[in-house]
């Protein structure tokens, strides 16, 4: 049975930069993501990776060719709409975590939940079961700067599931990790991609990753080279049994 | 959150909050201190006029305030009595001349005749004496405020005015004048006479009115029977006043003029810390707005943050504005500070911290939520 699909991209042509010093960055891609799936993309740097997630995260428009996320098209939105469909429809991991550094972790939860007029009550619970699934419990007082890279990652994971989007952005989110903390990520976010109504795509080159992909799509100078769906390897994922670990922290 | 953030991102980076802080302070007591000032001036300068049981006023063509008039002859009076409308017509003697102190020294003066009985005009919070000890033999009231200008420490204390000799009779408190010239209050009779001024000439008329007089209809009457005088109401004598010692002598374009600029610095100086926070906290916007926050979410924490910046400046700046009013109220002008003049200085810091924030928003609003990806 073919899963919904909740991200189209369709014949993206991405240009950057203007005059002599313009690239084109994605030439003529077409990528579709559906619900259920953890999608790796993978690819050399300055293969057009990060740009063709800011153009599903309707961070970047294309120069030409069109997406939808959700069922909306995003064709001619203006900043502000694009906003709005990401706050509806988009949750967003960073590298760099790109915490708040004065706001501890549930007031970084939280925060994902203010910006779309959440109600105090209902933004502090829902942070809290957040931060809760993916094992923090433990930590919803304590700042970025008295957590671990790992603990820091974990809290952006929560901050991304919190506002329940059909979409899910990753951009190398095991980059900054150190090995352990790298496969928790990763096994949260196949977790988190078994969600019928939700997709996930993470930006990679960490080959430590693909144990946890339903499908892996490679990118280079621009275009898609391969796209592979694949079993999952049961055995690496359950070497780090994250839902023991949460079950003690929450 | 808004607030939260907001709050946060002053307090995260202390040393800066206090160079705002510190902005805001320095120009709500700079601006406080002028406004209060200019208040304080206008209520002085119109007291006379305010004090004045009357609804109109007949001067010498062109005068410039009560202080400053040439003298009426007194025909004037009669033919404001015949004036239908008009009640009574009561002389009030003001000029100035000079008081020569007991020990040799002299100083510049106004002369105020009046009798209060005659219900127009009468020296106002006496502390020593009284308005019929006034009457006394050379008497005459002085504010407390210039005994050292005048010489004169105690009731009985002698000095001269134009050779004749006067007798402090009464004091008064907090009867100053704009121009730190003390206001000699006496008999109407006596006026005339130290100012060798004629028997029933005046310098000014306060006309009371009948009961249910129209005070322009008899202000229009009373110009037609008196081309050569000016008949005003109370408000545009009160008016002309303000005009004359506040922008004629430009003490109040100057009192102005430095509340502008304390207003001008405040300003410049919480945009310039707002801003270099917002630039300091880009990031952070880029990824709010990656978060899907709309625009006005990011205006609205920068905002806060200049609003929290107004309210902890205008707090502090205003308890030390207020410290310098108390100090200042037993002065020769005093500084006012009104529950209406706290509430425009709260208004006024508002605006100046609200248009600080365009800078700062100006440039989020500029901001690439694509620069998350590059950190």
Known sequence: MTKPVIAKANHIVKELGQGASKVTALRDVTLTLHAGELTLLMGPSGSGKTTLLSILGCILTPTTGSVSIAGEKTDGLSAEKLADLRRRHVGFIFQSYNLFPTLNAMENVRLALDVRGGAKGETMQQAEMALREVGLGHRLRNYPANLSGGEQQRVAVARAIATAPSLILADEPTAALDSENGHAVMQLMAEIAKNESRAVLAVTHDPRTHAYADRVVRIEDGRIIGDERRAKAEGNVAQYDLTRKRKSHA | ?375
């Open chain 2, 1 to 375: 959150m808004v607030l939260t953030l907001a709050f946060r991102n002053l307090f995260h980076d202390r040393v800066r909050l206090i160079v705002t802080i510190v902005g805001i302070l320095f120009s709500i007591v700079l601006v406080a201190v002028q406004l209060g000032l200019y208040f304080g001036a206008s209520r002085i300068i119109v007291s006379m006029i305010e004090r004045a049981d009357g609804q109109l006023w007949i001067t010498a063509y062109g005068a410039k305030s009560f202080e400053e008039s040439d003298v009426l002859s007194g025909r004037e009076r009669y033919a404001a009595l015949s004036t239908p409308g008009v009640n009574r017509a009561i002389p009030v003697v003001a000029a100035f001349t000079r008081w020569k102190k007991s020990d040799g020294g002299a100083q510049l003066c106004v002369v105020v005749g009046t009798d209060a009985a005659d219900g127009a005009l009468a020296p106002w919070n006496i502390v020593d004496g009284s308005l019929s000890t006034i009457k006394l033999p050379d008497g005459v009231a002085v504010d407390e405020t210039y005994f050292e200008n005048l010489g004169v420490t105690k009731l009985g204390d002698t000095a001269e005015i134009n050779g004749a000799r006067v007798r402090v009779t009464a004091v008064t408190k907090g009867i100053r004048s704009f121009t730190t010239t003390p206001f000699i209050f006496t008999t109407l009779d006596r006026a005339r006479s130290l100012l060798g001024m004629p028997a029933n000439s005046a310098s000014h008329y306060v006309v009371q009115l009948d009961p249910g007089a129209d005070p322009l209809r008899v202000r229009t009457e009373l110009q037609k029977r008196l081309p050569d005088v000016e008949v005003l109401t109370r408000d545009e004598f009160h008016a002309r006043s303000l005009d004359h010692w506040l922008f004629g002598t430009g003490a109040g374009v100057a009192l102005i003029g430095g509340a502008i600029l304390g207003m001008l610095v405040g300003t410049v100086i919480v945009a310039q810390t707002l801003y270099s926070s917002t630039k300091d906290h880009l990031n952070e916007f880029a990824t709010l707005r990656a978060l899907g926050s709309s625009s006005g979410y990011i205006h609205r924490v920068i905002l806060a943050q200049a609003g929290l910046s107004a309210v902890i400046g205008y707090g502090l700046g205003m308890a030390i504005a207020i410290a310098i009013v108390m100090a200042s109220q037993n002065t020769a002008l005093p500084i006012v500070m009104t529950p209406t003049l706290a509430g425009i200085l709260f208004a006024l810091t508002l605006g100046m911290c609200a248009i600080s924030a365009v800078s700062a928003i100006v440039k989020v609003t500029k901001i690439d939520p694509a620069m998350v990806f590059s950190r």
